[in-house]
């Protein structure tokens, strides 16, 4: 399993646990705040990745 897919994964269960915390404890709890949070970060890292990748593609054409 590559980076990418391991990291959507994690966003996925991460946003599976959020919706569940909320349901049992209502969305202004500290524990979903917590997990909103760690989802953020993930979130962030993904875009991040995303925007590396279409950067050195679009170095990569202006090479050839």
Do not use: P
Not at 28 to 33: D, E, P, R
């Amino acid at each position: 399993m590559d980076n990418h897919s391991i990291l959507l994964e994690k966003i996925e269960n991460y946003r599976h646990e959020m919706l569940e915390l909320s349901k049992q404890y209502g969305l202004t709890s500290l524990a979903v705040i917590k997990v909103s949070k760690q989802l953020d970060d993930l979130l962030n890292e993904y875009q991040n990745a995303e925007r590396l990748q279409k950067g050195n593609y679009e170095s990569l054409s202006l090479h050839i």
